[in-house]
């Protein structure tokens, strides 16, 4: 009995050590835990949506996409751009789970902005901010002009396909991209809903009934264009803030770590050249046509191949041009070394150089070989790329052109020599100097010189002619001088020559 007494008290004694230990882990591992919390990943999307753009992205995407920890963030401040890219980055933001995408619309986000904008999980807007007006434009002979219903059939679908995946109003997202649409907000036993106007007219009479008030959002011939609290009227944006860390404090990630993204050297390099690439093209095409032009190989050719060189791999880093088009690059240029070093002449293998080149040059302006009818700007920026190259080789043909022409010529007044300053302007072909004659020669008279005729010197048959006197067949003649092309003879006679 003394003894289980002695063992109580030293376990009463142990068990506080016990629960101060355990306290101590438990302590540890909610540090741990809240160490290993959400990371927030700050991605700029400014500037004009463009593959370059659609570029950085992915790769950012994809290098956070399977860290479960990070929290997108995609601070949208764009006007918009082309449509194409617009799909590839919605395709890229798709594939994060909503719940660790938001999108934060810092100062604008408009058009080919509003797409984008639309796709992450949560849209927070900071105050005296815009979000809409996605209608696409295109470039015809008359100027920019709103692009057919082919078009805006599929950026319909992409938005309801947006809005059905974020809970927003399927109508309303429409509006954004239609002038024909025309929406109203309608009450309905208590509830609240948006419908359009044909949606409107099919109601039947007992239905219309039971709405107690409509309003209209969206007129015919306009498209839906939202501020910040227009946005969170309308169920697009969770809240206006006036601060990023209100927007994460919103979210309840105001404690967590923050990472600013940033684009790479070779991300901001492509993005700064490509309003350049028709230059460079043009530069590009010239350099080679005069290379081609020109015997040899030298600067031409570099240049030409520097520029066209730029152009390419500019768009193999935005992802537009891959390994067939490389190899139609290495096949061009493979035709036209043949053309400068071994074929002489501009024949077969310099056409399908310049051939293959430009088929190169527009498959690397665009993701596709052949448009895809579904999709149907495709079409339209296959057409722009033909005629963005066709159009540079036609001015690189003029620029060539020009250069041998005007400013090759006077290169000799900028550049030091030594030249050659004489010209052939006052050079003129004698006969004689052909058959070697010179003064003091002698032959003899073949026909009448009266005063001209035809003389023998040195086994030759010339045309000869005297000083004015009459001279017999058969007569020895002199060499007096030869002038102007003319041989001028005198009889040996006349001097009391034998």
Known sequence: MPFKMRSILLTEQKSPRIWAVILFFIVVLSAAATAEGPV?????????????????????????????????????????????????????????????????????????????????????????????????????????????????????AQFRTLAKRNNYSQVLAESMVSKSMEVYKVIREKRSEYMDKTTWQELSEKEK????????????????????????????????VTTLDQALEAMGFGACPRVWVSESWSETFVRWIQPFLPVLMILGIGAVYTEIKAPGFGIPGIVGIVCLGLVFFNQYLVGLADYTEILVFIIGFLLLGMEVFVLPGFGIAGISAVIVLAAGLVLSFQNFVLPDPSLPWEGELMIKNLGLVMGSAFGALLVSMSVVRFALPKLSKVIKGPYLDATLQESRAESTEALGICAGDQGIALTTLRPSGKVRIRDRKVDAVTQGNFIDPGTPVRVVRITAGHIIVETIMEKGEK
């Open 209 to 240: 009934e039971k709405i107690t008030s409509k309003t209209t959002i969206v007129s015919e011939g306009e498209l839906l264009t939202m501020d910040d609290k227009e946005a969170a009227e309308l169920g697009f944006s969770r809240q206006s």
């Open 40 to 156: 927030v990943h700050i991605i700029p999307v400014s500037g004009t949506v463009e593959p370059g753009m659609a570029a950085y992205l992915k790769r950012v995407v994809a290098s956070l996409e399977k860290d479960e920890s990070s929290i997108l963030v995609f601070a949208m401040d764009t006007f918009g751009g082309r449509v194409d890219a617009a799909f590839d980055i919605v395709e890229t933001i798709c594939a994060v789970p909503r719940e660790r995408t938001i999108a934060y619309v810092e100062k604008k986000a408009i058009s080919a902005g509003a797409l984008i904008a639309l796709c992450p999980g949560t849209l927070i807007m900071e105050e005296n901010t815009l979000i809409g007006d996605c209608a696409p434009i295109i470039q015809t002979s008359e100027g920019h002009t709103e692009a057919g219903e082919k078009i805006q059939t599929v950026l319909r």
